[in-house]
């Protein structure tokens, strides 16, 4: 029988493969004497080249160290909110959404196809080991390749024409993938808010895979943190995207010292960060973010009474004033920013509704186009967003080079009249005692809109589109539901409309994917069984059977083969044109306003900027590493 205390002289027993060094394990019992081990001169810490960001010509002003920022989060799986608003990426965008070096000291890509990435000398993980090549060839040989694993498979990011890259070790701080077709997703994704896993810290993880430790001591780890296989353990330990392991190594400016379940999060500064101020100084200037979970419903009043010295998660336009109103109490300031989806509130017709009848009305056009010319968007704009918004389809903001005013107004305009004759153009006439018309089969025309729940902008917006239907003869009918249950009903086909937000993407170029336009996952509303289709390679789901559809799979693909940044722009246009001609989805405004709410004393926080989880990863590519304190820090 394993006991706690055999569990931990045996952990403390582990060796490094190959080498004499004591395991890099390190329980409560032990964390706090590596943690108080003094730290390398400040010249070790960094890369022998560190990433250099020069804060003058971004309008900002170098720094200085110490001070606390507190967060508020809804729950304690927010703590990937570090995780986005850190973005360490090893190629990331810019402010201008231009993709670069960042972890990385340089890439170079031939034909779309080969890959070099090289690493910065002298480049440490949080825990002072160094990020080689090794690193990137454990991830692919022990983790991406082992079918225990991936049961699911290669991420689609790692596949050309369905085909897995060649992975080649150049030396010791370069690394190759080269596919036989181009591969335009992998950059991007590299550079996404869910970034693809493509490096881990060997130095740690080694310990809990089976190929390198011993049945008898991953026995004792797995007792130890309450998994029932080495599969399990090593994901639980292996994961960064929502950093609850405090022992994982990292590459963010900050690092999670506070394991769950708990309270407050306290997420120190990482002292290995590879950037550096134009005076050389080493980033990020901020010594700690704590994170203090509160109710979700809660926190847009706790941040206007002064619980938050960085907050734009939890809180939206609709509390604007009143947020607003806490400058003149507290040392605060607001800004607003721009969102970029393409809809801030988008209504999503099912066009996979198990009910025969309405996925027949769905898939019509004319059924689509009439719901949004029906709808007065110009009063939604006025009663909930103070006529601030953007009155328009689901469609890219002008900020994109991809923006064409047509695609912004395609059936956007507020036309009850033609509205009311497509309707009975479909043969929709006939009407019952309250002029509500009748479905074929002699129902009511009877639509329920589900919301996921997490705003009363949303029912505030139906409320108003419930007035804006009853005029061509739609009942509407609220219903309010949660995110984690909308996956699940709409691939059942239990969902006739959703209300969500609309492209997460609004703000593309070119060179970034355009599946948002097309069924390519389950969790797109308007068609959750087709993207089911996609994503399991049509060994799932159904395949499309409308032909805009079909030709937007068809675009897609030729995207993926596209010769050069033309090419692209070209694919990227018509699948526009034809989401916005078919009404895929009704958008109503964009260019919202999100407030961002910042202490006084915190300096560098952009007045205006663009905001969203892709591609900005909310304040991410405004660089939080380089906020700091003024004057008197806590």
């Known amino acids: 029988m394993i006991t706690r205390r055999t569990t931990l002289g045996l952990l403390a ?58 967060m508020l ?8 909110l570090m995780t986005l608003n850190g973005y360490a990426r090893l190629v990331g965008y810019d402010q201008n959404l231009q993709l670069q070096p960042d972890i990385l000291e340089s890439f170079d890509v031939q034909e779309g196809r080969i890959f070099t ?137 900050w690092r999670n010292t506070t394991a769950p379940p708990a309270e407050q999060f306290v997420f120190e500064r990482n002292p290995y960060f590879h950037r550096v101020d134009e005076n050389g100084t080493q980033l990020p200037y901020i010594d700690r973010f704590v994170l203090n979970v509160s109710s979700s419903e809660i926190i847009a009043a706790k941040t206007g009474a002064g619980e938050s010295d960085l907050q734009s998660t939890g809180i939206d336009f609709v509390d604007y004033s009143f947020l607003k109103d806490s400058e003149s109490r507290y040392p605060v300031k607001v800004n607003l920013w721009k969102r970029t989806q393409g809809s801030r509130v988008n209504l999503l017709p099912n066009l996979n509704c198990s009910d025969e009848v309405w996925r027949t009305l769905f898939k019509d056009v004319r059924f689509r186009r009439a719901l949004s010319l029906s709808i007065d968007r110009h009063e939604i704009n006025m009663v909930a967003f103070y006529g601030l918004a953007t009155e328009a389809a689901d469609s890219v903001l002008p900020e994109s080079p991809l923006y064409r005013e047509e695609n912004a107004k395609a059936w956007a305009a507020h036309d009850p009249d033609q509205a009311n004759a497509l309707l009975d153009e479909i043969g929709l006439t006939e009407r019952n005692s309250d002029g509500i018309r009748l479905l074929p089969d002699g129902r009511d025309a009877q639509i329920v ?40 009903r709409a691939m059942g086909g239990d969902i006739m409309v959703s209300m969500y937000s609309g492209m997460e993407n609004g703000v593309p170029t070119a060179d970034m994917n355009p599946g948002q336009l097309a069924p390519t996952s389950d969790d797109q509303l308007q068609w959750a069984v087709w993207g089911m289709y996609y994503l399991s390679g049509q060994t799932k789901g159904e395949a499309p059977d409308i032909p805009e559809v079909i030709q937007l799979g068809k675009l897609l693909d030729d995207w993926h083969h596209a010769a050069d940044l033309d090419e692209k722009s070209r694919i990227w246009a018509e699948m526009l044109d034809i989401y916005a001609q078919q009404v895929f989805s009704i958008g109503i405004v964009n260019a919202a306003l999100q407030p961002v709410l910042h202490s006084t004393r915190l300096r560098n926080v952009p007045e205006k900027g663009l905001y969203g989880f892709d591609p900005t990863c909310y304040l991410g590519v405004y660089m939080p590493d380089t906020f700091w304190f003024s004057g008197e820090v806590s």
């Open 449 to 488: 809109v589900e919301t996921a729940g997490e705003s009363t902008l949303e029912t505030d917006v139906l409320e108003l589109v419930t007035d804006h239907w009853a005029k061509i003869g739609i009942k509407l009918f609220i219903k309010t539901s949660q995110r984690d249950v909308f996956r699940s």
């Open 117 to 253: 990435f090289k690493l910065r000398e002298n480049h440490r993980w949080s825990d002072g080991s160094h990020l080689t090549s090794k690193d990137f060839q454990y991830c692919w040989e022990d983790v991406i390749l082992n079918k225990k694993l991936r049961k699911g498979g290669l991420p689609t990011y790692f596949l050309a024409d369905g085909k897995p890259p060649r992975f080649e070790v150049i030396d010791e701080l370069t690394v190759r993938y080269t596919w036989d077709t181009p591969n335009p997703d992998f950059l991007p994704n590299l550079a996404a808010p869910l970034a693809a896993t493509i490096v881990m810290p060997f130095a740690y993880m080694w310990q809990f895979h089976a190929k390198y430790q011993d049945d008898i001591r991953l026995s004792a780890l797995m007792k130890l943190y309450r998994v029932k296989k080495w599969v399990d353990l090593h994901i639980k330990m292996s994961r960064s995207y929502r950093p609850e392991n405090p022992d994982l190594p990292t590459l963010d400016p």
């Open 73 to 80: 989060i809804g729950s304690q799986k927010d703590i990937r």
């Open 13 to 70: 027993s582990v060796l490094v493969p190959g080498t004499s060094r004591a395991s890099v394990l390190q329980p409560e019992y032990m964390r706090h004497y590596f943690r108080t081990q003094p730290l390398p001169d400040p010249a070790d810490r960094l890369p022998v080249n560190p990433r250099r960001i020069d804060l003058k010509a971004m309008g900002r002003e170098p720094g200085t160290y110490g001070g606390t920022v507190r």
